[in-house]
């Protein structure tokens, strides 16, 4: 697979006569029905956040994998669509509002959107740049933040219109 | 011998009238003939200028419109009615427009980080502001 393109043939086999499927070659996985999901979502109640957290690290560390230290913002915003588009979950958008890194998860199944989209791409991100990273919903996409400052910013969106007004009252302050 | 100098001045006279009636039959022909030929130049003259300056023109007026000009301009300044911050596309070229609107002024010369590793970084140290 090169660097600058994910290409999904060949990366999910089925092995019928053993009742396996192999990812990438290395690690076995589980299809899912939509409904299957969000009856484990519902039943898994707080800990949902955590469970998609764990997905999306996952998934992550897959693009990780694929992905030189330098690569560019397209490159990687392309591998991890393409990711998460292989396993059903949707396509990734990324978007920058002034400093501010923001994305969203269009397409995604049922019962996958706001928060839980957030726990989904968090862990994503978070394992894609090796290291923790939050994610604050706000207008339908999640603004990309240090966990330290999740939760003023958490704060300051509940009362805010859109993106454009969170990020109004954001500055850069050093690295967390 | 009457009859025969009849017949000379009679052939005489025929002779003389001849002479005559050339000159005004040639005459009649070569006066029509550039009658005719001057309409003739000037039509196929005229339309081939028209052509070449009708292709310059286009040809010279075509590149100047410089659409993309025009809808970076459009591009540039639709946004900032609309909010104070726009959103820029990851998956956009590597532009580094910087976007349309920034929070502070020295957000603007700022360009956009090469990785995807930095965007996210730079994302991190954002703080409330005060």
């Known amino acids: 697979m090169s660097a600058s393109s994910f290409d999904p043939a060949q990366t999910v086999r089925f ?22 999901l969000e ?5 898994a109640g707080e ?9 999306g690290k996952s998934l992550g560390a897959a693009v990780r994998a694929g992905l030189p230290d330098d690569a560019s ?12 588009g292989r396993a059903g979950f949707g396509t990734l958008r990324a978007e920058t509002w002034g400093p501010a890194l923001a994305l969203g998860l269009e397409g995604a199944p049922s019962g996958l959107t706001g928060e839980r989209a957030g726990a989904l791409l968090e862990g994503l991100v978070s394992a894609i740049v090796e290291r923790e990273v939050a994610l604050v919903s706000v207008g339908g ?11 003023s910013i958490a704060a300051r969106a509940k009362d805010a219109r859109g993106i454009a007004d969170v990020v109004a009252f954001l500055a850069e302050g050093g690295a967390a | 011998m009457n009859a025969q100098v009849q017949k000379l001045e009679a052939l005489l006279a025929r002779v003389q009238e001849n002479r005559k009636k050339p000159r ?18 000037p039509a196929p003259a005229a ?32 946004p900032p009615p609309a909010a104070p911050v726009a ?27 090469r990785t995807f590793a930095g965007l996210v970084e730079r994302s991190l140290s954002l703080r409330v502001r005060g």
């Open chain 2, 24 to 41: 005004v039959a040639v005459a009649a022909p070569v006066a029509a003939a550039p009658a005719v030929a001057p309409p003739v130049r």
């Open chain 1, 73 to 84: 913002p397209e490159i990687a915003v392309h591998h991890a669509s393409g990711h998460l």
């Open chain 1, 47 to 55: 800990a949902a956040s955590d469970v998609l957290r764990a997905l």
């Open chain 1, 39 to 43: 009856s484990l979502l519902a039943a």
């Open chain 1, 141 to 151: 996409v999640h603004l990309v933040v240090s966990p330290s400052e999740r939760a």
């Open chain 1, 15 to 36: 092995d019928v006569s053993k009742g396996a499927v192999s990812l990438d070659g290395v690690g076995r996985a589980v299809l899912l029905s939509e409904g299957a």
């Open chain 2, 87 to 113: 959103a820029e596309p990851v998956d956009a070229p590597p532009v580094v427009a910087s976007g349309p609107v920034a929070v502070t002024e020295g957000v603007l010369n700022t360009p956009r980080p």
């Open chain 2, 47 to 78: 339309p081939k200028p028209q052509p070449v300056v009708a292709k310059t023109d286009t040809a010279v007026t075509a590149p100047p419109p410089a659409s993309p000009a025009i809808e970076t301009d459009v591009a540039v300044t639709a």
